[in-house]
């Protein structure tokens, strides 16, 4: 059974950092696209990072451009979000997420992914 599970949101003040932490278990995503999404309340998800199974390619949504970094660590099976300049609209349920098939550019739409975590909660206050 393939699990992700994410960790290390929290309430953070605008203008700090964080770092969200994904690690994969059931199956090994080392050639598959990992990426991040995010609900904020009443809104729909929205594509946040992604990156490839080889980490030669990443891809941000505009919100986060420049202040968001994606990494991954295959031998961990994991996959980890760096956030900083953090503002009240970060504010979020942040979802890590896998493709099961094996692509050369990262999909941005959640539809692009099979797999799913539970999510982590991210809150920046003002």
């Known amino acids: 059974q393939v699990q992700l599970e994410e960790s290390g949101g929290g309430l953070v003040q605008a203008g700090g950092s964080l770092r969200l932490s994904c690690a994969a278990s059931g199956r090994t995503f080392s050639k598959n696209t990992l990426g991040w999404f995010r609900r904020a309340p009443g809104k729909e998800r929205e594509f946040v990072a992604a990156?490839?199974?080889?980490?030669?390619?990443?891809k941000y949504a505009v919100s986060v451009e420049g202040r968001a970094t994606i990494s991954r660590d295959n031998a961990k099976n994991a996959v980890y979000l760096q956030m900083k300049s953090l503002k009240p609209e970060d504010t979020a349920v942040y979802y890590c997420?896998?493709?099961?098939?094996?692509?050369?550019?990262?999909?941005?739409?959640?539809?692009?992914?099979?797999?799913w975590g539970q999510g982590t909660q991210v809150t920046v206050s003002s």
């Open positions: 990156i490839s199974g080889s980490g030669a390619i990443t």
């Open positions: 997420a896998a493709d099961a098939s094996q692509r050369a550019v990262p999909h941005t739409t959640p539809g692009g992914y099979d797999y």
